[in-house]
């Protein structure tokens, strides 16, 4: 199996879900600055509401060619 690491952070403006399967397991920061446990892409509200719980910011696994 290939080794994987999370990439660097992404910030997430708002809006649709961002350009990636649904099945994707992303960590996410939320606006309040704490930081989501890993989830399917599919799970998250990614519009933005001018609430604690909205995702500012996301990154993900990708393989390591080793």
Known sequence: MM???LTDW???PGG???PMPPE???VVK???GLEGRAR???SLRWDH???PD???AYRYWVRVDG
């Open 3 to 5: 080794p994987e690491r």
């Open 49 to 51: 509401v001018n609430s």
């Open 30 to 32: 939320f606006r309040d």
């Open 40 to 42: 399917k892409v599919k």
């Open 24 to 26: 994707t397991a992303v």
């Open 10 to 12: 992404f910030d997430w």
């Open 16 to 18: 649709p879900v961002p």
């Open 54 to 56: 909205d995702v500012v």
